[in-house]
């Protein structure tokens, strides 16, 4: 069973520049969340889709966005890049989302992540 | 809003055993989860706790006080690939929240 895969795994932009980040969950999975990471903050929580809908939001600004597509495969995408966007982007798929319950289907199966760097 | 904390560092002797602590504020609550990632690789899940009391699974225990806010990762007979981070998230508001992660390392 192939894991989740995203691409590109590493890349460089200016300020400025948008980028488009990419997300293939697991098979079946249906549910995707994108997070990001950094050595002082930790993963912090971007957003989830489940069936091509945004369920849920972090605190991130309206240059943060993402999408689904009825495949389940996940883009992300970040415009007018500033320098404190670089950061290592995990994506993560679940077959169920996040919701009032915590079980087995709930469990993040994470990508390797595309280590973003803004020059 | 919400705030987990973890220690930021721990260091261990191999074959001892090794208490990581995960305290939490949230805004709600709906399980809480481990997970273990080594540098430069993505993070794995280890383990979850929804109701009051201790998980074990094999090497690693988790447990969970709910009325207390308060969770422990157990790693014992450690390894030298133990050696990585620990990240205590909680399901909460519809999302997983994560703690900034515990660096264990394992001496000789």
């Known amino acids: 069973k192939a894991g989740v895969t995203q691409t590109p795994r590493y890349l460089i932009k200016t300020r400025g520049q948008q980028v488009t980040l990419s997300c293939s969950p697991i098979?079946?999975?249906?549910?995707v969340s994108w997070y990001q990471q950094t050595p002082g903050q930790g993963l912090q929580f971007l957003f989830e889709?489940?069936?091509?809908?945004?369920?849920n939001k972090g605190n991130f600004p309206g240059r943060f966005s993402g999408r689904q597509f009825s495949n389940s495969r996940s883009e992300m995408n970040v415009s007018t890049l500033e320098l404190g966007d670089s950061a290592l982007y995990l994506c993560?798929?679940?077959?169920?989302?996040?919701?009032?319950?915590?079980?087995?289907?709930?469990?993040?199966?994470f990508g390797a992540g595309s280590r973003l760097t803004v020059l | 809003g919400q705030n987990i904390d973890q220690p930021t560092e721990m260091t261990a002797t191999e074959g001892a055993i090794v208490q990581i602590n995960c305290t939490y504020q949230?805004?709600?609550?709906?399980?809480l989860f481990w997970y273990q990632q080594h540098a430069g690789e993505a993070p794995t899940f280890l383990s979850y706790?929804?109701?009051?009391g201790l998980e074990e699974k094999g090497r690693f225990s988790s447990f969970l006080s709910r009325s207390k806010g308060y969770s422990y990762l157990l790693l014992k007979e450690l390894q030298m690939k133990d050696s990585a981070s620990y990240l205590c998230a909680v399901n909460n508001d519809y999302k997983l929240s994560f703690g900034a992660g515990t660096t264990v390392t394992v001496r000789a």
């Open positions: 993560a798929s679940s077959s169920q989302p996040h919701t009032g319950l915590t079980s087995g289907a709930n469990v993040l199966t």
């Open positions: 889709y489940f069936s091509e809908t945004q369920r």
């Open positions: 098979s079946g999975h249906r549910s």
């Open positions: 949230t805004s709600g609550f709906n399980g």
């Open positions: 706790n929804v109701l009051d």
